[in-house]
């Protein structure tokens, strides 16, 4: 059975390139990956640190879950996040998994709504 995933990127540093840096991981490690465009918005919950770029990645994998969260992690450290990141407020990369087969992990992330309205332009 193939898991379907549904992802929420957000960066407030080098916006551009750390999304396309971001997308080539996800496009290597999932395959086939269908993004929506990318927004600015006003940061949450970290006062101070810019706007963020976000964009929401739909897509779906073999992989269990917690080998997909692991992998998640993986490419932001690779990306430069750090484990201060919040504390300096510099996010070059959060790779957010907010769906596994239609159940909310993320139900605060899920619910905001820029997210809606970009999960709803790449939709099935």
Do not use: H
Not at 39 to 48: K, Q, R, W
Not at 58 to 67: G, H, I, K, R
Not at 70 to 90: C, F, H, V, W, Y
């Amino acid at each position: 059975m193939r898991n379907k995933v549904i992802l929420c990127l957000g960066t407030n540093t080098d916006c551009e390139a750390n999304l396309k840096s971001a997308g080539e991981l996800l496009r290597a490690y999932f395959g086939p990956v269908r993004f929506s465009e990318a927004v600015y918005t006003e940061p949450i919950g970290l006062p101070g640190s810019g706007l963020f770029l976000n964009q929401v990645a739909v897509s779906d994998t073999d992989v269990p879950l917690e080998e997909v969260k692991q992998a998640l992690k993986e490419m932001e450290n690779r990306l430069g996040r750090m484990p201060d990141s919040k504390r300096t407020r510099i996010i070059p990369i959060d790779i957010d998994l907010l769906l596994w087969n239609g159940t909310v992990l993320k139900p605060t992330d899920w619910e905001k709504e820029y997210v809606q309205l970009l999960f709803r332009s790449v939709a099935d």
